[in-house]
């Protein structure tokens, strides 16, 4: 069964910095790879996904994220925060031609200091 | 288009008490997730329709927790005798269909607080 790790908790940038949330993921094979963001008082809304071929992904509201196979990793960055990215960000793993349910991480909750 | 909603958004009820949480999928979805996203953890996976049907019901966490959906659309889930264990906010989801789970549009929880 797959599984992904975010290892950070808690995550505090200045507005304007640059942001690099991390996820690792296991899986035998190449995964499905997704990251989601929380808003406060919200549902998640799907930022990008990773299905196959280019390996940096650009995804919604500026952000990005790239496939490491070497590293089982996902992580995902933004060059310059803004106070409204302020939420919980949640990676995911998928595994292609099993459950189509992804297995979700237990999410970074990213400050943004003004 | 509307999105998903979820009905309450917030529910306090003493521990013993029966609940039902609501959702309302997007028009046109025929697949529909309930998720538990208890404080500090990530999302539970607790079941999924297709269509009225839930092929898998094993991520439900107790027989106390049931779920139906009725005319391929709205979708109750259902907590029976409550427990503070319970506490925690109850997400929807849909998606086109079971293959498209990849894609799912979430609502905006309930949180269910047991006293």
Same mark, same amino acid.
């Given at each position: +069964? ?36 929380? =808003?406060?008082? #919200? ?8 299905? =196959?071929?280019?390996?940096?992904? #650009? ?5 990005? +994220?790239?496939?490491?196979?070497? #590293? =089982? ?6 060059? =310059?925060?803004?106070?409204?990215? +302020?939420?919980?960000?949640f990676c995911?793993?998928?595994a292609p031609?099993?459950?189509y349910i ?13 | ?8 958004? !917030? ?24 998720? $538990? ?14 269509? !009225? ?15 139906? $959906? ?6 109750? /889930? ?12 109850? /997400?929807?989801?849909?998606? /086109? ?14 949180? /269910?607080?047991?006293?």
């Amino acid at each position: +069964a797959q599984s992904v790790t975010q290892p950070d908790i808690h995550i505090t940038v200045s507005e304007g910095a640059s942001l690099e949330l991390r996820c690792n993921y296991s899986y035998g094979a190449t995964p499905y790879l997704f990251w989601y963001v929380q =808003s406060p008082g #919200q549902g998640l809304q799907l930022l990008l996904k990773y299905f =196959s071929g280019d390996t940096l992904v #650009q995804g919604i509201k500026g952000f990005e +994220a790239e496939f490491k196979r070497s #590293q =089982s990793s996902f992580n995902l960055r933004k060059p =310059s925060v803004h106070w409204s990215d +302020a939420a919980e960000y949640f990676c995911a793993v998928g595994a292609p031609g099993g459950s189509y349910i992804p297995t979700f991480g237990r999410g970074t909750s990213l400050i943004v200091h003004p | 288009g509307a999105g998903v909603s979820q009905s309450p958004s !917030n529910k306090v009820t003493e521990k013993g008490k029966d609940v039902e949480l609501r959702c309302d999928p997007i028009s046109g979805h025929t697949a529909l997730y309930w998720y $538990r996203q208890s404080l500090g953890q990530g999302l539970e996976f607790l079941i999924y329709f297709q269509g !009225n049907s839930a092929p898998d019901k094993s991520g439900l966490p107790s027989d106390r927790f049931s779920a139906e $959906r009725t005319g391929g659309s709205v979708s109750t /889930l259902t907590i029976q005798r409550t427990q503070q264990e319970d506490s925690a906010v109850y /997400l929807c989801a849909s998606s /086109l269909s079971w293959s498209e789970a990849y894609e799912q549009y979430f609502g905006p929880g309930t949180r /269910l607080t047991v006293t």
